[in-house]
């Protein structure tokens, strides 16, 4: 559908990604609701995307008792709801992770506080 | 024979006619559709202005004097209150947070509505349409200017209230009232008063406008009560605008029903995502409380708006499709909402903590299905963690829906374990909801959202820095660089409400007035 209007409706996108200092990724931990929405966060697309894991997310997540405990071996990624295997090798470009792009990681057995998915 | 004597008052319906229709005219050296171009291009087709009736029949010279009545009554307990410094009745100091939350997020939707209603009451061609949308926009205006008094004589004393203006057009939750409102106004004039008299004051009014002011009575602010009094007349008058355009539009073209349908789906999602704030209020934010949000949304939602959709249906009308799932919302939006507002403390101007013991039994007792299962142990975890020095502040910035514009922390209908997100391609951009019904609001209308001022994303962009603000210098601290171009004072404002300056000088100003 199109927005009805009286005169040529045509604006620009207001995020697109040459706005950016780096392209936008959300990222969010599911069963850890104490988190309480996917984080959005500007990363290189050179990044590997095991710098993910190692460097980023320690300072956003490590606050939950959780956290230590991950066995990143196990972890169950996924994107845009998906079921997904990345290399952590590789580059988040290489990886098929692009602007605005969420993804989503599962830590087996780790069900947040008290078992209550917080 | 007797002399016919004049009549010299006009009857009540005779004067209503010339109050009304009789301050119109066609014009005659521009066509009509130029100098109205608006209330046709919607799609919406009014055979005969005529039908459009007034029930409360009011007229202009009437509105002055009713008008000027309540103001002498109401700036008369305002100024009772100011000079007696009847704050210091209010059950709690966490209790000026509700006020904090009404002036910042509800009062300038009363100035938008004042501009809308007086650009709608311009456009549309047939007059009693426009004698009330003009009475109306007069209202909201008079409305802004009472809260702002009414709540003037708290900004003397507690954070957290010195600059709303500014924080509208830049605080990252304020941008969800606001772009609630910019979508109406943007808008065509019809879909406005669907958007805003009939979705928002008929629909869900009951549900903003009353717990702010019953909470106002049960916490002890009769400044804030006496508001809600002098506003009373003229929020019946304006729901009665709102289910009197829907009728009107309904009952002139039967092609207007598609039309109006589609704009009540997306217009009830919107109104009931805007309430989250609402709900987060009552269930955590009144030191005393009225009722809970469930208890709210039982009684005022489910029933009251089930008997409105019900008496639709002869028009073809059904309820709107987000009902369901609003109805499965009742347990969950308000814990959800005060969770991320508590993570995200040290970004918002007002305070947030973690409820007392007994007011935890409390929500235990209102939502025996969830707070204790999903709620509860997250708020406990923080409370240990305060209490150890520990308190838990989020310093990164949360992903937010393109259409109503909250972080997206809501839970997939049936599952509370697990975030409910949608997502949507277009120019080969990707988009994300917090729901399957911000995502048809999104795909029917695409040009329209891809333009939304995104806090999140403006503050990555780099336009919520003061000027000659450099984010690439070493040490940059974004956080503290985005509250100093919010202007909100750190550790003043923002913050838990334990240890605050609003909760040690509420408890000095309190203990002065009954010992030395």
């Known amino acids: 559908m199109t927005v009805i209007a009286l005169k040529p409706y045509e604006f620009p996108l207001k995020d697109a990604v040459e706005k950016f200092p780096a392209p936008l990724v959300y990222v969010g931990w599911e069963d850890h609701l104490m988190f309480p929405a996917p984080f959005c966060l500007p990363l290189p697309p050179d990044m590997p995307f095991g710098a993910l894991a190692a460097q980023v997310l320690p300072g956003i997540y490590g606050y939950h008792p959780d956290f230590a405990k991950i066995d990143w071996s196990h972890v169950q990624w996924f994107k845009s709801g998906k079921p997904w295997t990345p290399d952590p090798s590789r580059s988040l470009a290489e990886n098929g992770i692009g602007h605005k792009d969420l993804i989503r990681f599962r830590t087996p057995g780790l069900e947040g506080i008290a078992g209550s998915c917080s | ?516």
């Open chain 2, 1 to 516: 024979m007797d002399t016919p004597v004049l009549k010299k008052k006009l009857g009540l319906k005779e004067r209503y006619a010339a109050m009304t229709r009789g301050l119109g005219w066609d014009t005659t050296y521009q066509p009509m559709e130029k100098v109205f171009p608006y209330d046709r291009y919607e799609g919406i087709k009014i055979h005969d202005w005529d039908q459009w009736v007034d029930p409360f029949r009011l007229t202009m010279d009437a509105y002055w004097k009713y008008q000027g009545e309540k103001e002498k009554k109401l700036y008369a307990v305002i100024d009772a209150f100011t000079q007696n410094n009847a704050f210091l009745g209010v059950t709690d100091a966490r209790y000026v947070n509700v006020l904090k939350l009404f002036i910042q997020g509800v009062t300038p939707l009363e100035y938008y509505a004042h501009r809308g209603f007086a650009h709608v009451g311009r456009h549309f061609t047939g007059e009693g349409a426009r004698v009330a949308c003009q009475m109306q926009s007069i209202d909201e205006l008079r409305h802004y200017q009472t809260e702002t008094h009414a709540i003037s004589t708290y900004n003397k004393f507690f954070n957290g209230m010195h600059h709303t203006n500014h924080w509208f057009d830049r605080v990252w939750y304020l941008s969800v009232p606001k772009s609630f409102f910019e979508d109406a106004s943007t808008a065509g004039p019809f879909e406005f008063l669907t958007a805003v008299s009939f979705s928002f004051e008929y629909v869900l009014t009951n549900l903003l406008f009353v717990p702010f002011m019953s909470g106002a009575a049960y916490n002890g602010d009769m400044s804030t009560v006496t508001f809600g009094f002098s506003a009373q007349s003229d929020e019946s008058r304006h729901m009665t605008l709102g289910i009197e355009c829907i009728k009107f539009m309904l009952e002139q073209d039967p092609g207007n029903v598609p039309i109006v349908q589609k704009w009540i789906d997306k217009w009830f999602w919107r109104g009931y995502r805007l309430l989250t704030l609402v709900a987060m209020m009552m269930d955590y934010m009144q030191p005393k409380r009225v009722m809970s949000w469930k208890q709210a949304w039982e009684m005022y939602a489910e029933q009251n708006g089930g008997a409105l959709f019900k008496d639709l249906a002869r028009y073809g009308i059904r309820e709107p499709k987000g009902w369901k799932d609003a109805c499965e919302g009742k347990d969950h939006i308000s814990h959800q909402a005060w969770a991320t507002f508590y993570g995200f403390g040290a970004a918002a101007p007002f305070h947030t903590w973690i409820p007392r013991e007994d007011e935890m039994t409390w929500l235990a007792a209102h939502y025996p299905d969830t707070f204790d299962r999903c709620y509860r142990p997250r708020l406990e975890y923080w409370r240990e963690q305060a209490d150890a020095g520990n308190r838990f502040y989020i310093k990164t910035l949360p992903m937010l829906c393109q259409t109503c514009q909250i972080p997206m922390l809501f839970t997939e209908p049936g599952d509370a374990t697990k975030i409910c997100a949608r997502e949507s391609d277009y120019l080969g951009n990707k988009f994300h909801f917090c729901s399957d019904h911000c995502k048809e609001i999104f795909d029917d209308e695409p040009q329209k959202y891809v333009q939304a001022w995104l806090p999140v994303h403006q503050i990555y962009q780099g336009n919520c820095f003061k000027p000659g603000v450099d984010p690439s210098s070493e040490g940059f601290d974004p956080l503290a660089a985005v509250l100093d171009y919010y202007e909100v004072s750190h550790g003043r404002d923002n913050l838990d409400f334990e240890g605050s300056e609003d909760q040690r000088h509420f408890a000095e100003w309190r203990g002065e007035t009954s010992g030395n």
